[in-house]
């Protein structure tokens, strides 16, 4: 589990929008798609919350907000 800062677009509605991920280095990887969103549970590192299905360089991840925080799955 690796915690990251993420800027994202809010809505009127309160609807959230991650648009950028930055690694732990300072890379900022850009999202290029939101494909799902859904509350789950991360069965690789363990954690919970809401699980963002995300496109970047083409390929889909999961992008976890966990109380605030936000979380990739990683090595």
């Not at 290029?32 to 549970?41: I, K, Q, S, V």
């Not at 590192?45 to 390929?59: A, D, E, F, L, N």
Request: glycine share 10%; aromatic share 12%; proline share 1%.
């Amino acid at each position: 589990k690796v915690y990251v800062e993420v800027i994202l677009k809010q809505d009127k509605d309160g609807n959230t929008r991650p648009l950028h991920i930055i690694w732990e280095d300072g890379t900022v990887f850009e999202i290029e798609r939101l494909l799902y969103r859904c509350r789950a549970a991360s069965l690789k590192v363990g954690g919970s919350g809401i699980r963002y299905t995300v496109q970047i360089h083409g390929k889909e991840t999961y992008l976890f907000e966990e109380d605030g925080r936000w979380f990739v799955e990683a090595k």
